[in-house]
């Protein structure tokens, strides 16, 4: 068993990828990489303890193999890139079944795919019926097509961490941690999250982004309407919120009538896209109560967090607080970015 090899394996074990074959992601980069190269075969691979399973493949209908008639067993094992422009001169590979026999492969080019503990969990490769060159450009696009790779597992396993951590939590402890009134996160709950998202990003070095989400003149509601009709709006309004969010997204009531939402893996320009369709939605949003329909807009504060900065939690929820209170200072109804850590 090579040095490493049960760590490795514990590392893919945690994904939960292996034996997956039908993944859209996953076809969408061997599609890219067939096209990209010009190659009749693109196989996304990973490794376990005997097998490699074909998690996608273009070009042949081979679902798994064992890992001692692969090519991509010496790129898992030493865990670097290996091309072979020509089989056929290579003393390694010249006598293989695969290269001699069938499918007679002439051209190799194999990157591992490495989690986040840093093992190679298995390989991005390339194959040809003919020999060719793979100069150095190619070479970079390759590593470029598997950092896109590593970064749908890192985003798979931000969600698993998420899940992993409520699923910790015992009946009353998950209980102390939701809004009575909206059954979404209360704050201890929300910056729960929070904390659990910043340490997978800084893990991963991948980037996320928080909205600060305001009821626009609430006290007004509230004081005209009565608290009753208060309660109704704010339980419409965070209907519309999570109906708006994404599957992987979080929800959680900060204080009184302001919210905070979690993106992961968003930058800076999604999130503030995905802010203007809640600010658009809620602004749509009639609440029938007995005094009559009552509507409301909320204004909205984006910031993100990028792993080329060492930012804290405090400071990005401080930097998103400060681009709610813009967006109130303009007029309310609207939404302001923060641009960047100061």
Request: proline share 4%.
């Amino acid at each position: 068993m090579p040095a490493g090899e049960t760590a490795r394996l514990v590392s893919l074990s945690a994904t939960d990828l292996f034996g997956i074959s039908q993944d859209y992601v996953f076809d969408c980069i061997t599609n890219i990489g067939a096209q990209l190269f010009n190659v009749p075969v693109c196989s996304l691979v990973l490794a376990d303890a005997e097998k490699y399973s074909f998690n996608s493949c273009v070009g042949l209908g081979v679902r798994e193999t064992f890992r001692n008639t692969s090519f991509c067993d010496d790129v898992v094992t030493d865990g670097e890139p290996m091309v072979i422009e020509d089989t056929l001169l290579d003393v390694r590979f010249s006598g293989d079944p695969l290269v001699r026999i069938t499918p007679q492969i002439r051209f190799y080019a194999g990157h591992p795919i490495r989690g986040s503990s840093g093992a190679a969990l298995g390989t991005l490769c390339l194959l040809d019926f003919k020999p060719r060159e793979f100069p150095s450009e190619q070479q970079r696009l390759l590593q470029e097509l598997v950092f896109l790779t590593e970064l749908s597992f890192f985003a798979r396993g931000i969600t698993t961490a998420q899940k992993a951590l409520v699923a910790k939590l015992d009946l009353a402890r998950h209980e102390s941690l939701i809004d009575p009134l909206l059954r979404i996160w209360n704050r201890g709950g929300i910056t729960t999250i929070l904390d659990q998202q910043h340490t997978s990003s800084l893990d991963m070095r991948v980037p996320f982004s928080i909205l600060m989400v305001d009821i626009d003149h609430f006290k007004k509601i509230n004081d005209r309407y009565g608290h009753i009709v208060g309660d109704t709006v704010l339980k419409a309004v965070t209907g519309v919120l999570q109906a708006s969010l994404r599957v992987d997204d979080e929800l959680g009531r900060y204080g009184g009538e302001e919210f905070i939402a979690i993106l992961p893996n968003t930058n800076a320009v999604n999130a503030e896209e995905l802010a203007r369709r809640l600010n658009e939605s809620v602004a749509q949003l009639r609440v029938d109560t007995p005094m009559g329909s009552v509507g409301c807009t909320v204004s909205i504060g984006v910031a993100q967090w990028a792993p080329t900065r060492l930012e804290s939690v405090q400071a990005l929820v401080h930097r998103a607080d400060a681009a709610l209170l813009s967006a109130k200072q303009c007029g309310r109804n609207c939404v302001r970015l923060c641009r960047r850590a100061a």
